[in-house]
């Protein structure tokens, strides 16, 4: 029999749906009991790790950070393991999406984000959504840190941007949709994340118990003992993971009250 140490969750899509900007307070709540019973929670997102904190910001300390889609993880505010991208790869990702019309590109260092932008608007537009630090730049030579992940963002939506980009680069890197506009690069995904996290902190994977959504939570979900779908994914993944639930807060509450063999049960 398996038992819960770990619980990783998706953010956009997963804890956040329906355009909901804000983290529900009961999760505060239940994080704070599962740390209670030696279970640690941790945000597996591709957002950044300052977009993360601000989210978690009641209970910021006592989880651990999986971001960058599992190019950087972080527990009590240090670095705990990262998969920075060959700078000469991100340069040339860079200038393909920038050869994109209406394409707009986003590097990601460890905790800044870098905006070459196109529209005037879109740093601000950013930083609202996200609460990145953002850093607009005149061109890429500008970064001095490692690049950690290179995100094209393109209105008419990730999957058409993913045909035109992912044949140059998918026998290097990992090429994930993130979200409906969102398209990824990166030398990691979650799925290595978690890995690394599992080593780091001497975890068996069977023993992880994970939320997700979207595409980008396949390698993740893949490799735990206990992986959640929402309900609202696209059919494909609903038929690849049969477990499903509407809100992780659902699972939760049910861990919380009546212990892992009611999970068995659903």
């Known amino acids: 029999m398996t ?3 770990l619980i990783t969750c998706d953010i956009d899509g997963t804890l956040l ?16 009991a599962l740390k209670e019973r030696g279970i640690l929670f941790c945000p597996a ?4 790790y300052a977009s993360l904190r601000w989210l978690f910001e009641p209970v910021a300390d006592d989880i651990g950070y999986v971001c960058e889609n599992g190019a950087i993880l972080y527990r009590d505010g240090k670095i705990l393991c990262a998969r920075p991208l060959p700078r000469d ?23 800044t984000s870098y905006l070459i932008p196109k529209a005037p608007k879109m740093g601000a537009h950013l930083a609202e959504k996200t609460h990145n630090n953002i850093q607009v730049i005149q061109n890429e030579t500008e970064i001095q840190e490692d690049i950690l992940k290179v995100s094209a963002w393109y209105e008419e939506g990730a999957p058409i ?27 990691s995904d979650k799925g290595t994340g978690l890995e690394d996290l599992c080593r780091v902190l001497n975890i068996d994977p069977a023993d992880v ?17 206990r992986p959640y779908l929402m309900r609202s994914a696209v059919p494909e993944l609903r038929q690849q993971f049969p477990r499903q639930c509407g809100r992780p807060e659902e699972i939760l ?3 919380l009250e009546k212990g892992e063999e009611a999970l068995d049960a659903i």
């Not at 749906?17 to 704070?32: A, T, V, Y």
């Not at 939570?217 to 490799?223: G, K, T, W």
Request: charged fraction near 20%.
């Open 161 to 187: 941007a993913r045909q035109a980009l992912e044949p140059l680069w998918k026998d290097k890197v990992k090429v994930a949709i993130s979200g409906p506009t969102w398209l990824d690069f990166t030398l």
């Open 209 to 225: 118990l994970s939320f997700g959504d979207n595409y980008n939570d396949i390698p993740i979900l893949s490799r735990v003992g």
């Open 3 to 5: 038992m819960i140490r």
């Open 17 to 32: 749906q329906n355009g909901e900007i804000q983290l529900r307070p009961i999760l505060f709540e239940q994080i704070r």
């Open 45 to 48: 997102s591709g957002r950044q």
């Open 253 to 255: 509450a049910l861990l």
């Open 89 to 111: 790869w991100a340069w040339q990702i860079i200038r393909d999406i920038l050869n994109m019309p209406k394409a707009e590109v986003l590097i990601s260092g460890a905790n």
